[in-house]
């Protein structure tokens, strides 16, 4: 019974850096283009042609680092992978092995169970992708090579993840912090961000690591939980059966949400690294370290605890606000000019989150700028108009580029809170109404709700509802 066993996981993140070139050479890094159409002698590997190492890949390295509380080498080395697939035309990689740039560093992350716990991560490290492999239908295969010196970072985790859900929660803090220091753009589907995962079983109270199987280039959480799921019974059952594990290298198929069997795993003397002689040692100062250090922006978690001290909103609402770096910053601005922290994430997470999402526009896009927005919600909180006509003023702004204000008094849209205005149109309505009024004197005063909604649809939704509620409880209950 799985019960019996231990489940211990590793990661291996590939993260694609958001650099306009390449890691050892001039060619664009963009995707989607004609196959082949971003290569040069350096990334094709033709004789004679010399790498050179791309000054922002070491810069987004170091910046990962630190965020991530790794130590960063003052001296590391770029190293010769080498291996025979058709999509490194080099017939190697350069990649990092025994003196990476980064190491030592760790992710705090929320259990399932709610426990804060530290996932260690062993290094990070500086390499180039390979090209894709194109496989027709038939015996041909085609490969494109434009991905080929694309600047990728390895991030290692420690085998210090128990469970699935463990596994997603590191790789989603992972993605955000990437994100957010914006070394990477973070689409799966492009495959910006992938894991490899190394998984294995051992009885419980054991100390040693069971046999692990890695299952490689995963493109979304979904399918690495349904893989690391699936690998986890896989393993229990062999191993009930008084089996064992093999070390190998397993691919997942989505359309049967199972693993199997691609290769033996390779160990680091399969690939006889060596220092790549083309390459200097690279050599990090303090003061480049520090320079990185004073760019780095704030992190998910101290903005939301900020959020939460300095702004005096629910911690819910902090991690939602502060979950994307756009929509913290849009948050951030609107704050600071309107000054209502809650109202202002009310609105954030509700109104323009729902006209975002209607329009398909990302944050950044957002046709009603912060500045514009705190102009309608001073309009609110003054009792210019009310909560309703808020939401039909925001609607004229987003489709108009125009400040509220503008909008209200266009529209005739200005509450009306002059008890003398309203003290008509309540006489109006209860003398409409006889017998709701003569059932809310004998008790049932739910009836206000109704005297409330017939004065609003008069007003056209413009009355003052404290205004409106004094001078109908006045009148019902004098």
């Known amino acids: 019974m799985l019960s019996k066993y231990e489940v211990v996981i590793g990661l291996e993140v590939h993260v694609q850096l958001t650099t306009d070139t390449k890691i050892f050479c001039h060619c664009a890094t963009r995707f989607g283009n004609q196959p082949n159409s971003q290569t040069c002698p350096v990334c094709l590997g033709l004789p004679g042609s010399l790498p050179v190492l791309n000054k922002k890949v070491v810069d987004y390295a170091i910046l990962t680092g630190l965020a991530t509380h790794c130590s960063i080498a003052s001296r590391s080395l770029l190293a010769r992978k080498n291996y025979f697939y058709p999509d490194l035309p080099k017939g190697y990689q350069i990649s990092q092995l025994e003196l990476p740039i980064c190491e030592h560093g760790r992710l705090e992350i929320d259990s399932p169970e709610g426990e804060r716990r530290t996932i260690g991560i062993t290094r990070i490290h500086m390499e180039e992708d390979a090209g894709k492999l194109l496989h027709d239908s038939g015996a041909v295969s085609r490969v494109d090579l434009n991905r080929a010196c694309t600047p990728l970072l390895e991030i290692v985790s420690e085998p210090d993840m128990r469970s699935s859900d463990e596994a997603i929660a590191y790789l989603k803090k992972l993605h955000q912090i990437v994100v957010y220091l914006g070394v990477c753009d973070g689409n799966l589907e492009e495959g910006s961000f992938r894991c490899d995962a190394n998984v294995s079983l051992r009885p419980r109270g054991q100390k040693e690591f069971g046999t692990r199987a890695e299952l490689k280039n995963i493109n979304s959480f979904r399918f690495i939980k349904q893989a690391i799921d699936y690998e986890v019974e896989r393993q229990a059952d062999i191993l009930d059966e008084g089996g064992r594990v093999i070390q190998e290298t397993r691919l997942f198929d989505t359309a049967s949400g199972t693993t199997r069997s691609m290769r033996g795993k390779e160990e680091a003397h399969d690939y006889r690294y060596f ?204």
């Open 275 to 478: 220092p790549d002689p083309d390459l200097v040692p690279l050599l990090v100062s303090e003061d480049w370290i520090e320079e990185i250090r004073n760019s780095l922006p704030e992190l998910p978690e101290t903005k939301i605890d900020r959020f939460v001290r300095e702004y005096g909103i629910p911690r819910y609402d902090a991690e939602v606000l502060a979950a994307e770096r756009a929509t913290a910053d849009y948050y951030d601005a609107l704050v600071k000019e309107q000054g209502n922290g809650k109202l202002c994430s009310n609105w954030v997470m509700g109104e323009v989150q729902r006209a975002l999402n209607d329009s398909g526009l990302p944050v950044a896009e957002c046709p009603v700028a912060p500045r514009q927005l705190a102009g309608l919600l001073k309009r609110i909180e003054d009792n210019t108009i009310s909560g309703k006509i808020a939401k039909q003023v925001f609607d004229a702004m987003w489709k108009s580029d125009r400040d509220a204000d503008s909008i209200i008094e266009e529209q005739g849209l200005r509450q009306v809170s002059d008890l003398g205005a309203i003290e008509p149109i309540i006489d109006q309505i209860l003398a409409a109404n006889p017998e709701q009024v003569a059932e809310f004197r004998a008790g049932k005063e739910k009836l206000l709700g109704f005297f409330v909604g017939q004065a609003m649809k008069l007003t056209k939704g413009k009355a003052n509802p404290a205004a409106l509620n004094e001078v109908l409880v006045k009148r019902l209950k004098g």
